[in-house]
Each structure stands twice: as structure tokens, then as C-alpha cells.
């Protein structure tokens, strides 16, 4: 039987569960289901990483030992979790001691291969990223501390022993993994972003602390901790059996391994994609058959975090959406892979337009009609002109289409547009039932057969997108099945199974509305309460409770906002410049090196931190906007003349250079 194992980050529980977390594990969830309904012998794995400073940190705060303290944390990620009825077959927690063991087993295999070694590591480290940084990467504060570019916290200076993984020894063979296959990272956009990265160098990996002790020891030295990303990637491998006898050991691991799907917050690609398959390399095992990188839902356009405290809150969504809705709005709303802005308002509106005028209405109306025409009792296609028997054939044919469509898109893990393809199918029919006006048909005795072919068809698309949208709806789509009298565990079955015109004769079930409509001023007023906003004044809140003010007239102030005056403008100088050579710089992942025309007599040299997010070569003739009076400093050993600008987008800040649409000359003054 052909395998398929999917997996979501395990979670930090550094923070409460909140819709970042169970919108992966929605995605993992309803990939689970649907391969479980084509046959696929599936296993889904979700769980909780544990470990790390900032979890010992929390505890000693909180005023708990810590292992009491992450129960309570878990405990709060099961229970968010309980009602959307996840299907995942095991839960991995970082501090269960079949994961030690087989870490353990993880870091043996890489050292008796040789990749492992002790020396001494100097950095600057933030404990919410668990990563260094460089001088030349960060940024000083006003009082000269280095900060954290992600947290905008103070960076802690730490110099100890450490073991160190030979990641840099890894290069060729993970850019060959990349370049062999296109599928490992996905989407493709993902995929260029890493290469770039890792054609740049690599530096070996620190993977040991000293002044940790919340973690996995590491084998034979028990002075040092293990990373928090060794121990957290290798619960992937560690929860299906490597290395330990968990589910049957051994034998499962070789069954499920290498996972089909591993999904990822795009925030942790690097992990994924360079660390991860370096260290399975190095263990002599084989790496992931594809790491899906999704995007970020923001919350007024920046990520939604608990750092930043803005994450939407999964008490108000339970309160206010049933779990199908978030599920369905999670899947439509987000093109997998993109950002999406979270909105109440924008949730409210799909779900109104999509399951309640859509579904629900189709579903019910429907229902209703087979129960007052027909005694409840589902009616033979009937015989019919040939203009009407055109339509539903349209329509049937429109439910072939549309499952193949949704199997395609799901196949490739689209999901919004395979669920565009159902939903098509839903407004094919409802324009069919509304032409036809059953209704009218329903007053004539001699329009009994139309009538019946009219309900026939209504109900067999009904059927179809009943089974077609268990793993996107499985409450709903179980809920119409049993008003459709399918009592026969249809949900069980692919889609590809069913034959049109099989529910002739079936004596169908109460009915009973699926999705009511939602009153969209009501419920976001009472969300507006519910997170300390006054209703009236805003349309827009942001996440952090803050309610943003509605515009203000153009003479009024903002709040917050420190104005400078057109003098204090005036003294920076902006000028036009033009990039004539950039390149890497060697050991510095993220600096690009650049000669920019100003129109000066020499072009200057200016770096920038831009490595991750631009292949230099593609730079070569661009028109940027620098910053030309900018005191020269030095990075990495190399003087800057300047400063290239760039919107800085999302958390993360990922940097998307300033420029123009029309030509402009180098040196032009912007002002
Ligand atoms: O990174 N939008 O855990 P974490 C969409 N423990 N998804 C989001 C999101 C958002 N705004 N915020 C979080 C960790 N996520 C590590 C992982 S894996 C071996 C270790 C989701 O609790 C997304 O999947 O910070 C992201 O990658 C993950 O939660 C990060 O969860």
C-alpha cells in the first residue's frame, strides 16, 4: 500500500497556541484526510518542542520547574487544538525520552561519520531565534547594544566551548540536492531563495551549549546541551521509530521515512532546508521528499507573533466561527505559499458568501425541495425537453470537471484553487435551480418529470461536493451526508468512486441548516469588546488590542508620530545610483558588496544586507536610491560609502529594494 507521511513544525512552548499554529496544522490535517480517502496509508505527526533558554527562563518566571511548567503549555496546545478534531496519529514532545534516545542515537551516527567536532564558538546570540548573528548583520541601538534584527531585543555576547557540525562541508551535496530536485523545496521562490544562500558559503554549525542546561546532553559529555534545532528537527525521525522502539520501532521508521510532506512556516526555511537535510546526510539517511515552506498570516501587515504580540486569538475565533469555518477560510483565503492578511471582517465576508449563500443555501434549499416535492424521497433523473436535459448535463459534466480540477490543485497543494473548482460547481448549479424555477414546476402536475430531473441533479452535485470536501469540511460535509441519507460511510470513499444518479430512491434525513449566516456587524462589534476596541471609531484593529484610529483629517497630528521639520530633511542627502558590480562577501551571509554610480568621479563602495533575499549578478545595472552623506563605516572589513534603500516587509524584514519606473540619471538629487 503506498505510504504518505506529513508533519508540522512542532510548536515552541514558549508561547500560547495561537492562528499561525493551527493554521499549519490545519494544512497537515487536511492533507492527512485526503490522502487517508484516496487509500494512502497516512501518518500525520504534530507535537511540541520543548527545550531551550528562553522555555528555563519562562519556568524560573513563572515559578515552576520547568518540566511542570511546558505540561501546563502542552496542555494549552491540545486544547486549542481538540475542537477542530485533528487527525494526527501522534503528538512528539521534544521532552519524552524515546526522542532523547534516539537524538542521542542522531548525534552518535554523525560523529562516527565524522562530521562532529569540539572547538570554541564566539557570537552574539538571541535566545527567541536560538540563532547568532554577526556584528555586521545587526544593528546597534541608541546606546551602542547590538540588537536582535527579528525581536529588536539586545543580542547576549557568548563565548564557550562548543561541538561544532561541519555544515560547510555539506555545500555541493545539498546545492545538488536542490538542483536534482525541484520538489525538495517548494515553491519554487523558496527554493531560489536557499540556493542563493547556500551558494554563498557555508559556515560550520555551533551545536552545543554550555550555559543551557533545559535539554538533550549531549553523548558522553554532559557539560554540554545539545541545540535546540538538533533536538527539535530530529523529532521527525525520532516519533516515527529511528532510534528508539516507539510504534514498533526500526520497522515503522524504514515504512514512513523519508516523509512525503514536511510543512513549514516559511520563518524556519533555513532550518528545513540546509540544516535538516545536512544533519540526515550525515547520519546517512535519506532527506525529505519535499519541505512546503507556506507563507505568514499578518496581522496589519506584519507577522503575526507572539514577540510582537499581535497573533489573533483562537478563544475569539472558537467563540465567534465553527472549526469548518476557519478551516474552509484558512485554505480559500491564503494562496498556499503567499502571505495573507488576516481580517474578522474578511473572514466574515468568505464565510458568509462561500458556506452560507453557497454551500448551506444549496444544501438546504435542496433538502428542502426533495422533501416537500417528494416526499423526502430522492427522485430518478426524470425525462425532460431537450433544452433542460442540455443544462443538467452541463451540470453533471461541470462535477466531473470540478473533480478533477480539486484533485489536481490538491495534488500540487493548491488549495484555494482547487476549492474555486468546487466552488464553481456550486454556482453552476444554483444558476441551473434557478433557471429552472422548480419551484414553478413543482405547482403543475404535468411538469413532473422536469421536476424530478431538476432535484436529481441538485442533489447529486450535492453528493459529489459532500464527499469531495471531507478533508477541507469534515464536520459539514458529514452533517450533509446525513441529511442526504448517505448512512453508508461515504466519507470513507474517493471522490473518483462515486457513480452520478446513485442516490435515486434514498429516503433522506432531517434537514437542518449547515452554515447560518453569520450577522457580520454583530459579531464584530462584540469581537471589537471582546479585545478592549471601541466600535464605533475604527475599522480596522490591530492585533494587539490597539484600536487604529479612523483617519485623521490631513492638518490633524498622528499619535506617536515625531515630526521633523523640512530642514532636518534637508540634511539627508538622497541621490539616484546606479549598481555597476555587486558580489557576496565571503563568510557573511547576509552582505552584499556593491560599486554604485553616483555620478561622481569614482563610484563607491557600498554594502549591503541584502544576501538572502537577491542574487547579486541580478543587480548589475539597477537604479537604486542611496543615502550619499551617511558617515563611512566599515563592515567586514570592508569601508561603506552609503546606504541603499529598501522597504523592509514583514517580521522578518525581508528587504525589497527602493527604485524607479522611469529613467532617471545617476547622481539625481531626491528630494
Ligand atoms: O519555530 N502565519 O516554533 P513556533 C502562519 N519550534 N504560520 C505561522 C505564523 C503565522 N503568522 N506564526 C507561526 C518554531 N506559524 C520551532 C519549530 S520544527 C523542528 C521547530 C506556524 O512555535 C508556522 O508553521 O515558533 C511556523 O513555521 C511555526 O508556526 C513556528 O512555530
Avoid at 464553481?424 to 414546476?441: E, G, M, N, Q, T
Avoid at 478592549?532 to 490631513?554: D, F, L, M, N, R
Wanted: charged share 25%.
Amino acid at each position: 500500500m503506498n505510504k504518505f507521511y506529513v508533519t508540522t513544525p512542532i510548536y515552541y512552548v514558549n508561547s500560547r497556541p495561537h492562528l499561525g499554529h493551527l493554521y499549519t496544522t490545519i494544512i497537515a490535517d487536511t492533507v492527512a484526510r485526503y490522502k487517508r480517502q484516496r487509500g494512502l496509508d497516512t501518518f500525520f505527526l504534530t507535537g511540541t518542542d520543548e527545550h531551550g533558554v528562553n522555555i528555563e527562563r519562562a519556568a524560573e518566571k513563572a515559578g515552576l520547574p520547568v518540566k511542570q511548567h511546558v505540561d501546563g503549555i502542552v496542555d494549552e496546545f491540545k486544547t486549542a487544538f481538540a475542537p477542530y478534531g485533528f487527525t494526527n496519529d501522534h503528538w512528539v514532545r521534544t521532552t519524552d525520552d524515546y526522542h532523547k534516545k534516539a537524538v542521542y542515537e542522531l548525534w552518535k551516527r554523525a560523529e562516527a561519520n565524522g562530521h562532529i567536532y569540539k572547538g570554541k564558538y564566539e557570537g552574539w546570540y538571541c535566545g527567541n531565534c536560538n540563532e547568532f548573528y554577526s556584528e555586521s548583520e545587526v544593528e546597534k541601538n541608541g546606546e551602542g547594544t547590538l540588537i536582535c534584527p527579528t525581536h529588536d531585543r539586545p543580542l547576549e555576547l557568548i563565548a564557550e566551548e562548543s561541538y561544532f557540525f561541519k555544515l560547510s562541508a555539506f555545500q555541493d551535496r545539498l546545492m545538488e540536492l536542490y538542483e536534482k530536485d525541484p520538489n525538495f523545496i517548494r515553491p519554487e521562490a523558496r527554493r531560489n531563495e536557499v540556493m542563493s544562500f547556500v551558494r554563498g558559503g557555508l559556515n560550520d554549525l555551533s551545536i552545543s551549549r554550555i550555559s543551557v542546561n533545559w535539554g538533550i546532553q549531549v553523548p558522553g559529555d554532559p557539560d554540554h546541551t545539545i541545540y535546540v534545532w538538533f533536538d527539535a528537527l530530529s523529532n521527525y525521525i525520532t516519533a516515527i521509530g529511528f532510534g528508539n522502539d516507539q510504534f514498533g520501532g526500526e520497522e515503522h521508521f524504514r515504512k514512513y521515512w523519508p516523509a512525503d510532506l514536511q510543512l513549514v512556516g516559511k520563518d524556519i526555511l533555513r532550518f528545513h532546508t540546509v540544516y535538516w537535510p545536512a544533519f540526515l546526510m550525515a547520519a546517512g539517511l535519506p532527506v525529505p521528499k519535499t519541505v512546503f515552506a507556506h507563507g505568514m498570516w499578518l496581522s496589519g501587515g506584519r507577522k503575526m507573533s507572539k514577540t510582537l504580540g499581535n497573533v489573533i486569538n483562537l478563544a475569539t475565533l472558537r467563540k465567534h466561527f465553527s472549526t469548518d469555518s476557519v478551516r474552509y477560510f484558512c485554505l480559500r483565503e491564503m494562496v498556499f505559499g503567499h502571505d495573507g492578511d488576516f481580517t474578522y471582517e474578511a473572514m466574515l465576508d468568505r464565510v458568509n458568501a462561500d458556506l452560507a449563500s453557497g454551500l448551506g443555501n444549496l444544501a438546504s434549499r435542496t433538502l428542502t425541495m426533495v422533501r416537500n416535492y417528494f416526499d423526502g424521497e430522492v427522485p430518478e433523473a426524470g425525462s425532460a425537453d431537450g433544452e433542460l436535459r442540455a443544462r443538467a448535463s452541463e451540470v453533471r459534466d461541470g462535477v466531473a470537471h470540478a473533480l478533477a480540477d480539486f484533485e489536481r490543485e490538491f495534488e500540487i497543494y493548491s488549495f484555494s484553487r482547487g476549492l474555486e473548482a468546487a466552488w464553481a460547481a456550486i454556482a453552476r448549479v444554483d444558476k441551473f435551480i434557478s433557471d429552472a424555477k422548480p419551484w414553478d414546476l413543482a405547482k403543475n402536475p404535468d411538469q413532473r418529470e422536469p421536476l424530478k430531473l431538476v432535484l436529481h441533479t441538485a442533489v447529486e452535485t450535492l453528493r459529489h461536493l459532500a464527499v469531495l470536501l471531507v478533508p477541507v469540511l469534515p464536520e459539514s460535509t458529514q452533517a450533509i451526508q446525513e441529511q442526504l441519507g448517505q448512512t453508508n460511510q461515504i466519507s470513507r470513499i474517493a471522490p473518483s468512486q462515486l457513480k452520478w444518479g446513485e442516490s435515486a430512491g434514498t429516503k433522506i434525513g432531517e434537514v437542518k441548516p449547515i452554515f447560518p449566516r453569520l450577522d457580520k456587524k454583530q459579531i464584530m462589534d462584540e469581537i471589537k469588546t471582546e479585545e478592549g476596541a471601541q466600535p464605533e471609531k475604527s475599522e480596522t484593529i490591530e492585533k494587539t488590542g490597539e484600536v487604529k484610529p479612523a483617519p485623521a483629517a490631513a492638518t490633524e497630528v498622528a499619535p506617536g508620530v515625531a515630526f521633523i521639520n523640512i530642514e532636518d530633511f534637508a540634511k539627508v542627502e538622497l541621490r539616484v545610483g546606479e549598481i555597476k558590480t555587486a558580489e557576496r562577501v565571503p563568510k557573511a551571509d547576509k552582505l552584499l558588496r556593491f560599486t554604485i554610480d553616483l555620478g561622481e568621479a569614482e563610484p563607491r563602495q557600498i554594502l549591503a544586507g541584502i544576501a538572502q533575499y537577491y542574487e547579486p549578478e541580478k543587480l548589475i545595472g539597477r537604479k537604486v536610491i542611496i543615502v550619499a552623506n551617511l558617515a563611512p563605516r566599515k563592515l567586514r572589513g570592508f569601508d561603506s560609502q552609503g546606504m541603499v534603500l529598501a522597504a523592509s516587509i514583514g517580521e522578518e524584514g525581508r528587504p525589497v529594494l527602493a527604485g524607479f519606473l522611469e529613467d532617471v540619471p545617476n547622481g539625481a538629487k531626491i528630494r
